[in-house]
């Protein structure tokens, strides 16, 4: 297990385009979270899993936004018609309880 | 609502020597974690230290170490003898201690940029 996974790790879209990105976290890590990173701030929390279930939604989550985790192993988070406010780097983060979290590499999403 | 104040922006240090990135938090919460993450340039984010509130004693990872103050809501990261692979973004982090184990997520500061000068 080399840790947690992200692809892609660059996107290009055209905005009113759909994107899904997939998370593949540590494979005995039963939380899994999603935060935005803009350039030159601190990740945002967006929403988080513990094994398939969805506890918690930011309300940065907009309706285009959804994100699933099914049988509680990889995760997607996919956005629909794409805004050029949505262009950020993705972050992926799995961990077991409390005992902070280990990042993928991230997906640069850029909506043009 | 919990938030995560880190007032300096961006810093730099020779290397070698010892830097102190600022760190203060918000919160109502009496039992609750705080970390500092490490981004390098283009690289993923990596934890580099993890304090519990009940612990009194600061935490310590090699030359990384935290002057965690409860009552005044402040934790520093003190990196001592620094070096060129110490240049990144470092973020001071949150994340309150639910006993339903139902809201851990963490929550991040906007990040101090640091440059360790050659």
């Known amino acids: 297990d080399t840790g947690v996974s992200q692809d892609p790790r660059h996107k290009i879209t055209k905005r009113g385009q759909n994107v899904t990105f997939r998370c593949d976290p540590i494979?005995?890590?039963?939380?899994l979270y999603w935060y935005r990173q803009t350039l030159g701030q601190g990740p945002e929390f967006l929403t988080y899993?513990?094994?398939?279930?969805?506890?918690?939604k930011s309300r940065l989550l907009s309706d285009r936004f959804s994100a699933e985790r099914p049988k509680g192993s990889f995760s997607t988070l996919e956005i629909q018609r794409t805004e050029q406010g949505d262009s950020a780097m993705y972050l992926c983060?799995?961990?077991?309880?409390?005992?902070?979290?280990?990042f993928g590499s991230g997906t640069r999403l850029t909506v043009v | 609502a919990q938030t995560v104040t880190q007032s300096q922006p961006e810093m730099s240090v020779q290397e070698a020597e010892t830097v102190t990135l600022s760190c203060t938090y918000d919160?109502?919460?009496?039992?609750?974690?705080l970390f500092w993450y490490k981004q390098p340039p283009s690289r993923q984010m990596i934890l580099v230290i993890r304090q519990e509130a009940y612990k009194q004693q600061n935490a310590t990872e090699n030359r990384f170490s935290v002057n965690f103050q409860k009552a005044a809501k402040s934790f520093s990261l003190k990196i001592s003898d620094s070096q060129l692979g110490d240049t990144a973004m470092y973020f001071c982090?949150?994340?309150?201690?639910?006993?339903?184990?139902?809201?851990?997520?963490?929550?991040f500061g906007k990040g101090t940029r640091l440059h360790i000068l050659p």
């Open positions: 899993f513990q094994n398939e279930a969805q506890l918690e």
């Open positions: 983060a799995s961990s077991l309880a409390r005992q902070g979290y280990t």
């Open positions: 494979s005995e890590h039963n939380r």
């Open positions: 982090a949150f994340m309150k201690h639910s006993f339903m184990n139902r809201d851990d997520k963490i929550i």
């Open positions: 919160t109502s919460e009496n039992n609750y974690y």
